[in-house]
């Protein structure tokens, strides 16, 4: 009997030492194409793996980009009208069919796909489109580009002293993140309110308008 429980737990450890073994790194998302170049009007076949699962994805043809560097001018440079979306599979995978057609930026281009919802996820699989402009990669800036994620919004509420006059106080909040390639170190932020006219605008002696910032409580409207 004692052997028999000395066998079944040498058997448990075995198989505990078999089951614990290396963390493996996460799959990263990977695009590959049917083809390397296509006309306007053609298509091609573009497949991927390492994907969420379930994940909701757009494929794009995208100018001026390479894969090392992604898409540095986000999809304003790519040909949105033409785009697909596509769900991948309970294993990440997917497969669809992306109609050819030029972006409104040279090339060299690639077929940029990435996630719609949730976590942040893209990769790019370089491609021509054929007879499209090709022209040098613009030089990578020193730093990093910040561009504003979300709607701004006011918080606060007046208190009592706004019934006599007094202005409230609001908060400006918004959502900024870094989409460059570099740390961004010190940034500024230049906050102001738009005027019709200000009595401390005019203009210099070249003839170029020139104002200055206007401080005004937030209840109040511009001036005319």
Excluded: Y
Aim: hydrophobic share 40%; charged share 15%.
């Amino acid at each position: 009997m004692k052997l028999r429980i000395l066998g079944a737990a040498v058997l448990a450890l075995l198989l505990a030492s078999v089951s614990v073994g290396p963390v493996q790194a996460a799959e990263q998302p990977v695009v590959k194409l049917s083809k390397s170049q296509a006309g306007t009007g053609g298509s091609v076949t573009v497949t991927g793996s390492g994907w969420r699962a379930k994940a909701l994805l757009m494929i794009l043809v995208c100018g001026q980009a390479v894969p090392s560097r992604g898409v540095p001018g986000g999809t304003n440079s790519c040909a949105n009208a033409d785009g697909r979306a596509v769900t991948t599979d309970a294993k990440g995978r997917f497969s669809r069919k992306l109609p050819v057609a030029e972006p409104p930026v040279p090339c060299p281009c690639v077929v940029h796909v990435a996630t719609v919802t949730g976590a942040k996820a893209e990769a790019d699989a370089i491609f021509q489109v054929a007879g499209h402009a090709v022209e040098p990669l613009p030089a990578e800036t020193a730093g990093g580009r910040l561009s504003v994620l979300t709607d701004t919004r006011l918080d606060g509420v007046g208190g009592l002293l706004t019934w006599f006059g007094a202005p409230p106080a609001r908060t400006l909040v918004f959502t900024v993140g870094n989409v460059g390639t570099a740390a961004v170190r010190n940034p500024v932020f230049h906050v102001g309110t738009p005027t019709a006219c200000s009595p401390r605008s005019g203009r210099n002696s070249s003839g170029a308008a020139r104002s200055s910032p206007v401080t005004r409580p937030a209840s109040s409207s511009p001036s005319s």
